[in-house]
């Protein structure tokens, strides 16, 4: 981790600010087998019935199933539903 990063860390706990904000990391919430909800996101880089990629701020987000629907799409958060198969985080 770069030092600039150490110190937001360090800076976000010693403030009580929650991580995700400060930097920038991704926040994955996962309702059952069918919805996910993520914020912080950078964009879209691959999207069909069975696979989603999603571009982060440090590598993307992989989502594997069967018929995805992005039900909102905002500049820093989204909203699937879909049966979830699989996630992976990749750098």
Known sequence: MDKKRETLKVMADFLEI?????LDLPKLTITGRNEIHLENHRGIIEYSLN??????SRGYLELEG???TIKAL?????????????????D
């Open 66 to 68: 069967e018929e995805f």
């Open 18 to 22: 929650p991580r995700d904000l400060v």
């Open 51 to 56: 696979r989603i990629r999603i571009n982060l």
């Open 74 to 90: 905002l500049p820093d958060e989204m909203y699937i539903i879909g049966e979830i198969r699989s996630i992976k985080y990749l």
